[in-house]
């Protein structure tokens, strides 16, 4: 391990390249971000530097995130494609049989960095090996406009669902309700329904990761609340959004509040002068983030774990584990830190650390969010069953058809028959 990192800080130091790397291509396939200027980092100077670095050709591909399961799918089935694919949530679990080795990278970033938070040790580890090297996380809270809030008698921002429909239905009645997504998309609606279920005690399995424990009282409770608050305060029209929908809406000042990474926000930082209140002020000055609400069960969150999977195919494996070497580490992860601005986390809690986090009391509340994060599965192990519970939107769907007017006690029932399936 030493001898490894040696070798990576000399090359960081010295900024040449290993022969043994010269002329190689190295494929790695992302999720387009949601702060622009990282994905102009990494196809510009990173993709640069890791040419005189490496002797690495870098080939960044960066497409809708919504695509990228397809892409990874036919990717596997041609046996060719890009070499690394940064996959979100547990889908590293999906892909498992097709994925190559990558325990050394995965364990020396843990070391070196402070050690992993427990939602990117999920994502990635299945109890024997490391099937991805966790990358990032980005913290989910909810931007709301504060002014807003303060009108309606909340100075603070609503500790529980109770104060929170009762906000948000007083808001809606002035035309600005709660803008939420129960569609299938890869993040927003899944980063609000799993921690809204676990914060009334519902449950996907049991710890054993095997016994089907959704069809509760406390599941039942929870989706009759939903479908009760979602008709008090929230767009209706939300449902079938996307994840770029509640920004927009945001942006526009239509809704007064969503579950949501920070892109709202740095988006009306980046141009104040587009996005204004009513009164012509910048909307920047009047947002901040709060986590979700606390149910009977407590309080969750679901943040979005990234990983890099090196796919089994690649005929460039020991290239692309020391590109993902080089990436993470310190001096060329703190670039791409930087450029996102706390949208995004390190997967180690050493990025805790960094001075980015005195620079904007408004970011604050990401700086340790992923502290608190649980993944899908729980209160079992974030599995490749759970996975695929995710990838199927079964839970999302429970409440969705609720919201539409299915009985409780039926979408329940709907849903615990889907996961059966997934769990046999």
């Not at 397809?70 to 046996?79: E, V």
């Not at 429909?165 to 329904?193: S, Y």
């Not at 079964?394 to 615990?416: L, N, S």
């Amino acid at each position: 391990m030493e001898a490894r990192f040696g070798g990576l800080a000399a090359i960081l130091a010295s900024g040449g390249a290993p022969a043994s790397a010269q002329a190689t291509t190295v494929h790695w396939l992302r999720a387009s971000s949601f702060v622009p200027a990282s994905d102009v980092l990494l196809k510009g100077e990173i993709t640069r530097e890791c040419q005189k670095a490496l002797g690495i050709k870098l080939a960044v591909e960066t497409i809708n995130a919504n695509d990228v399961q397809a892409r990874i799918t036919s990717s596997i089935q041609s046996g060719s494609g890009p070499d690394i694919v940064n996959v979100v949530n547990n889908w590293a679990h999906l892909y498992s049989e097709s994925l190559a080795e990558v325990d050394d990278v995965a364990e020396e970033l843990g070391n070196s960095q402070g050690g992993f938070y427990e939602t990117s040790r999920l994502a990635a580890y299945d109890g024997k090996h490391w099937l991805a090297v966790p990358f990032n996380i980005t913290g989910i809270q909810i931007a709301y406009r504060k002014s807003w809030f303060a009108e309606v008698g909340y100075a603070k921002f609503p500790e529980t669902w109770e104060q929170y429909r009762e906000a948000g239905k007083k808001l809606k009645a002035k035309g600005r309700p709660i803008g939420q997504t129960l569609g299938h998309t890869f993040a927003d609606a899944p980063n609000f329904v799993y921690p809204y279920l676990w914060s009334w005690g519902g449950k996907e399995v049991e710890p054993d990761g095997k016994t089907v424990a959704l069809n509760s009282r406390e599941t039942i409770e929870a989706v009759k609340f939903m479908a009760a608050f979602w008709k008090d305060a929230h767009e209706e029209g939300g449902l079938a959004w996307d994840d770029t929908s509640n920004n927009r809406a945001f942006l526009a000042g239509t809704i007064c509040a969503t579950n949501n990474g920070a892109s709202i926000y740095l988006e009306a930082l980046r141009k104040p002068h587009a996005y204004q209140t009513d009164a012509g002020e910048p909307i920047k000055d009047d947002i901040l983030h709060a986590p979700l609400p606390a149910g009977p069960a407590g309080q969750f969150s679901f943040h979005i774990p990234t990983s890099n999977i090196v796919l089994r195919y690649s005929n460039n494996q020991k290239s692309t584990k020391e590109f993902i070497r080089w990436m993470s580490s310190k001096p060329i992860f703190e670039k791409y830190f930087v450029t996102l601005q706390g949208f995004s986390v390190g997967p180690t809690t050493d990025w805790e650390k960094h001075p980015l986090w005195d620079k904007d009391p408004v970011m604050l509340p990401f700086r340790s969010a992923a502290r608190t994060g649980r993944l899908m599965g729980y209160a079992g192990p974030s599995s490749r069953k759970a996975a695929e519970v995710l990838t199927k939107h079964i839970i999302v769907d429970m409440f969705a058809k609720a919201v539409q007017g299915m009985p409780a006690e039926d979408a329940v029932k709907w849903a615990e028959a889907e996961c059966l399936k997934a769990y046999a």
